[in-house]
């Protein structure tokens, strides 16, 4: 799987930078479905199955460099049973010092935003006004 970000340093609506992001997955145990068998303590844990890594390569117009390959992507937090401590334990640990005092990080993070879904893609319905909508719309 890859991924690009593409970066526009002079406005003109190309690329002048991408960093290209490729993923694989490595099963534990490839014979079974569950994601882990227990807690997920480390980066390592046999007990994660479905474990990611990922190279990251810039690409400009001199050519491509390689910055790094076989980084670990943290599990998903899952939550306290499977992922204990995931912060320190799992979080932390993904992020991965490259060449050029560059940092990189692909996992998932814990944000403040939030989006129904259902009430979006339902004529934009939003849930608090549902009902004065109904009416509003189609009377009767």
């Known amino acids: 799987m890859l991924y690009e ?3 526009d340093n002079d406005g003109d609506g ?3 930078i991408t960093y290209q992001f490729r993923f694989h997955t490595r099963l534990t145990t490839p014979n079974s479905f569950l994601y882990n068998t227990g807690p997920i303590k480390s980066l390592s844990d046999p007990t994660w199955n479905s474990k990611q890594f990922y190279s990251v390569t810039r690409a400009d117009r001199r050519g491509n460099q390689l910055l790094g390959r076989n980084l670990a992507c943290p599990p998903c937090n899952v939550g306290i049973l499977s992922t204990p401590n995931y912060e320190q334990n799992l979080g ?7 060449a050029g005092g560059r940092k990189v990080f692909a996992g998932q993070r814990a944000e403040q935003f939030y989006v129904d879904l259902g009430s979006i893609f339902d004529l934009a319905n939003l849930r608090p ?12």
Do not use: M, T, Y
């Open 14 to 16: 190309w690329p002048d």
């Open 92 to 98: 932390r640990k993904a992020v991965h010092q490259l």
């Open 129 to 140: 006004f549902q009902e004065a909508n109904l009416s509003a719309r189609w009377p009767g």
């Open 5 to 7: 970000i593409n970066i």
